[in-house]
């Protein structure tokens, strides 16, 4: 149990387009889903935080127009990467945080989407 | 702020040769401190979560332990298939739900 899916898993578009990243719990219902972003040989740094039904909460120098976040069911989370530039280019990887698993802390990872910018 | 610091960046082990990776954290109240495994272009894979000073967890070869400054991660006679990043992260008192992680450990271990 606690699956979480990514998809596109990877996606290379042009400069000046946007692209979307899905995000979905598969077998729970998550109240709570975290964004965030990897480069290479580092470690994951956290984007914003989205919960089902309300804005979400950006972290400090992440755009939150560029980087627009839609929770809009308890399944699901979407990132969209709005006039996407090379430096953009990166390993998104969305967690998800069950309902029931609150005061266990526990969070599930999905496999990541790999975004190449030309 | 809080900070979370992983070492050695790096490690390279033969098989059968156990060691440990250190995470050491300062943070305005621990709500928990967790092990990640990551394979190369794959999300995080949850290992354990620890709690609190004292606390030791094991699941197989690995071996999770907390005090108050740091935890450790004992590998026990490592195979190659242990060869991966693995991360520590943490989850503090402020009520941030999300969780700031290490810089990680990649570990190879060579047949």
């Known amino acids: 149990g606690a699956v979480v899916s990514q998809h596109p898993s990877w996606v290379i578009c042009k400069s000046g387009t946007s692209v979307k990243i899905e995000c979905r719990s598969l077998?729970?219902?998550?109240?709570?889903m975290f964004w965030y972003r990897q480069f290479p040989k580092q470690s994951l740094m956290l984007m914003a935080t989205?919960?089902?039904?309300?804005?979400?909460?950006?972290e400090q120098g992440v755009e939150k127009d560029k980087f627009l976040i839609n929770h809009a069911s308890l399944t699901l989370s979407t990132l969209t990467v709005t006039s996407a530039h090379p430096e953009d280019s990166s390993f998104y990887i969305c967690?998800?945080?069950?309902?029931?698993?609150?005061?266990?802390?526990?969070?599930?990872f999905g496999p990541g989407t790999r975004l190449t910018v030309l | 702020e809080d900070q979370v610091t992983q070492s050695p960046e790096a490690l390279r082990l033969q098989e059968g040769e156990s060691s440990s990776l250190n995470c050491s954290y300062t943070v305005s109240g621990l709500r928990g401190l967790f092990w990640y495994r990551q394979d190369p272009g794959k999300g995080p894979e949850f290992l354990f979560t620890?709690?609190?000073a004292g606390e030791e967890k094991e699941k197989e070869r690995l071996k999770a332990t907390l005090t108050k400054k740091e935890s450790f991660l004992h590998i026990t006679a490592p195979k190659p298939e242990d060869s991966a990043t693995y991360l520590c992260a943490v989850r503090t008192d402020t009520g941030r739900r999300a969780l700031t992680f290490g810089s990680g450990t990649r570990l190879q271990v060579q047949p």
């Open positions: 967690s998800a945080s069950a309902a029931e698993r609150v005061k266990h802390n526990e969070q599930f």
């Open positions: 077998d729970f219902q998550a109240t709570t």
């Open positions: 620890l709690y609190s």
């Open positions: 989205s919960n089902e039904g309300s804005k979400a909460t950006y």
